[in-house]
Nanobody, 126 residues
Framework: QVQLVESGGGLVQAGGSLRLSCAASGRTFSTMGWFRQAPGKEREFVAAIRWPGGSTYYAYYAESVKGRFTISRDNAKNTVYLQMNSLKPEDTAIYYC??????????????????WGQGTQVTVSS
């Protein structure tokens, strides 16, 4: 049974940092990503990391988080991380981990992912 379990959310002041983790069980995924949904808004892409094999990884970011967030993965632990620095109040949302075997052209498309975590709340106070 495939399961994605997020952790690491919480309350932080603007300018602070958080690190989210998403541990996958049941299988290994070539692409793992993070999406978020703020109250009253649609779900949006945050970042994704694709591992086509070997030692090569490709990271993708939404423009709104470039330079502030870093996605990484530990294949030995089947876990993906999202290091979030210089957090802003507008980063407040529920963050969801997603995973699947998908093309690089749709890493930012939520409907392309077949597996999702339960979400973790991130709140950034001003």
């Amino acid at each position: 049974q495939v399961q994605l379990v997020e952790s690491g959310g919480g309350l932080v002041q603007a300018g602070g940092s958080l690190r989210l983790s998403c541990a996958a069980s049941g299988r290994t995924f070539s692409t793992m990503g993070w999406f978020r949904q703020a109250p009253g808004k649609e779900r949006e892409f945050v970042a994704a990391i694709r591992w086509p094999g070997g030692s090569t990884y490709y990271a993708y970011y939404a423009e709104s988080v470039k330079g502030r967030f870093t996605i990484s993965r530990d294949n030995a632990k089947n876990t993906v991380y999202l290091q979030m620095n210089s957090l802003k109040p507008e980063d407040t949302a529920i963050y969801y981990c997603a995973a699947d075997r998908i093309s690089r052209t749709v890493v930012n498309v939520g409907s392309a992912y077949g597996y999702w975590g339960q979400g973790t709340q991130v709140t950034v106070s001003s």
